[in-house]
């Protein structure tokens, strides 16, 4: 079963490192269909990979995917984020079909207007830049690793993933302050700018609400939440978090999905 939408953000999938849901992403592109999928950044972690690189058979089939979907007629966009800021060195250029932008003005089905950018512009005016702050983004790191170890185990007795570190991380006063405040600030930007609202990624946590009389839309991640960001033909914008009971529901030939495929 295909399920259709007019537009689909996704960001922060981090090809190139073990964290990476690149199955599970591979499984909802090749599961729904849209007229435009945006790559709002962060897709491949070039930043990481200097590193240690972990990019495996699903990582490649992801970007074979893409492609494949350019070819095909979707209207692919790539906003690079910070992970991937080399990227940007190509913005204006369109390659086999994925046009690169350092940002985009998306026009829904009703009229609104949206700012699309990753996110990462906003960090100089919500990041204080202390070691407190390097040392809590290293603990994180450090907590995905862990995620991932504990999840491969839950994979084995044939349990679905359990996000650990997302759900640390909103327990977390600090993070949930950064959060708040990266949010109310992305709105005040989206406004001053004149957007109707902004969608974006970077801070891995997927969210849809009116601040400041703006929309403020952040499609998440597929490092954690294993999340995306749908409009449908009417302009009505939704979170869908990819998961086994989701690929179910998808499966199942309801009525809605009929309409839909």
């Keep these: 079963m295909t399920v259709t ?6 960001s922060d999938v981090h090809l190139g490192t073990s964290a990476s849901r690149a199955a599970d992403l591979l499984d909802f592109l090749n599961t729904v269909q849209t007229e435009r999928l945006y790559l709002v950044g962060d897709i491949i972690d070039i930043e990481q990979m200097r590193g ?31 992970h991937d800021r080399e990227v940007r060195a ?5 390659l086999r079909g994925v046009k690169v932008l350092i940002e985009d003005t998306h026009v829904a089905a ?3 207007r949206y700012l699309v950018t990753h996110g990462d512009v906003l960090d100089q005016h919500v990041r204080k830049h202390n070691k407190f702050e ?3 983004a290293a603990a994180y790191h450090l907590l ?5 170890q504990i999840n491969k185990l839950r994979s084995r007795f044939g349990r679905d993933y359990f996000p650990i570190s997302a759900r ?3 327990s977390v006063a600090s993070a949930k302050r950064y959060i708040d405040k990266f949010e109310s600030f992305a709105a005040k930007y989206a406004r001053k700018r004149g957007f109707d609202g902004i ?25 954690e939440h294993r999340s995306a960001l749908t409009e449908d033909e009417h302009g009505q914008l939704a979170l869908l978090h990819w998961s086994a009971a989701t690929r179910q529901q998808f499966a199942e030939p309801t009525a809605d999905n009929a309409l839909a495929a």
């Design 52 to 82: 240690r690189s972990s990019f495996t058979p699903d990582h490649h089939k992801v970007v074979a995917r893409l492609l494949a979907l350019a070819d095909e007629g979707t209207e692919v966009i790539y906003i690079p984020g910070n």
């Design 5 to 10: 939408y007019r537009s689909v953000f996704v």
């Design 90 to 94: 190509l913005v204006g250029s369109t």
């Design 168 to 170: 640390l991380k909103q």
């Design 199 to 223: 969608i974006c990624g970077h801070i891995h946590k997927p969210e849809i609400r009116e601040i400041h009389g703006v929309c403020y839309a952040n499609d998440g991640d597929w490092v």
């Design 110 to 112: 009703d009229g609104k």
């Design 134 to 136: 390097l040392f809590g």
């Design 144 to 148: 995905l690793e862990i995620d991932v």
